[in-house]
């Protein structure tokens, strides 16, 4: 119970800070090191609140400045974390539309070089991220 109470209330402030961090990141056109500060602060800042160890195998297979696709199963609240944790690339993401709507996170998201790509999932077959908003940002597109 106290672990729970203590993870709500440092995923709050922690996400209230990181977002708002790449708000003023996107505001000064920040490059893409200071969106890879966020998501892995961010990250570890959760993942140390709900006493989460990560162990990472074959890290060493990635190779930064090369084009990688990571797919996470969901299996678990913490495996997108982990790897925004871990992985030692710039990580950019394709999510559900409606994170784009949450106060703050919404606005981190639209501020230009975060990396958040939002798509509709109730289309038939799913639809391509958007193109306004959130959509494909500088940075999304593997710059090799």
């Not at 003023?24 to 500060?37: C, E, I, K, S, T």
């Not at 709900?50 to 996470?72: C, N």
């Not at 999510?95 to 790509?117: N, Q, V």
Request: positive net charge; contains cysteine; proline residues 5%.
């Amino acid at each position: 119970m106290i672990r729970t109470a203590w993870f709500v209330v440092v995923t709050f402030l922690s996400t209230l800070f990181f977002s708002l961090t790449a708000v003023v990141g996107g505001l000064v056109r920040a490059g893409r090191g200071w969106y890879d500060w966020v998501h892995r602060n961010w990250a570890r800042s959760l993942l140390w609140a709900a006493g989460v160890r990560v162990e990472a195998q074959g890290v060493e297979h990635v190779r930064p400045g090369e084009a990688h696709l990571f797919v996470s199963n969901h299996q678990s609240l913490f495996d997108v974390w982990a790897m925004m944790a871990v992985l030692p690339v710039s990580l950019r993401f394709v999510t559900k539309k409606e994170l784009g709507r949450i106060p703050i996170f919404g606005a981190a998201c639209r501020s230009g070089s975060m990396g958040a790509a939002l798509s509709s999932r109730g289309a038939p077959g799913g639809s391509a991220p958007e193109s306004s908003g959130c959509g494909a940002p500088p940075g999304f597109r593997s710059e090799a």
